[in-house]
């Protein structure tokens, strides 16, 4: 499956975003995805993730309040609604699919075989 991320730029601190991945494949429905970002400098790390049904889902510490992810499988895509965001929340923005990833593993970039381009958000101050 070939992944289009889209939807960063450049917002104020506070502001909101929605990033979308949206997926070549019809078959979609049927794998699971993940949010991972990278600072300038920093390893990739974990955001959210949900299950291919859309019934389970994940954040990370740092995003858990303000982040939603969500999908529609219909559309072929996903999305990371992003709000209150600040400085930290800088990066690069990546999203990723399997469809043999078991819980336990969602939140580990390693798991993933497919992968989108990435797409920038800026938060300034």
């Known amino acids: 499956v070939q992944l289009q991320a889209s939807g960063g730029g450049l917002v104020q601190d506070g502001g909101s975003l929605r990033l979308s991945c949206a997926a070549s494949?019809?078959?979609?429905?049927?794998?699971?995805v993940g949010w991972f970002r990278q600072a300038p400098g920093k390893e990739r790390e974990f955001v959210a993730y949900?299950?291919?049904?859309?019934?389970?889902?994940g954040y990370a510490a740092s995003v858990e309040g303000r982040f939603t992810i969500s999908r529609d499988n219909a559309k072929k895509t996903v999305y990371l609604q992003m709000n209150r965001l600040n400085s930290e929340d800088t990066a690069a923005y990546y999203c990723?699919?399997?469809?043999?990833?078991?819980?336990?593993?969602?939140?580990?970039?390693?798991?993933?075989?497919?992968w989108g381009q990435g797409t920038l958000v800026t938060v300034s101050s």
């Open positions: 494949e019809g078959t979609f429905s049927r794998y699971h």
């Open positions: 990723a699919a399997d469809t043999r990833l078991i819980l336990s593993n969602m939140r580990n970039p390693n798991g993933y075989a497919y």
């Open positions: 949900i299950r291919w049904s859309g019934g389970h889902t």
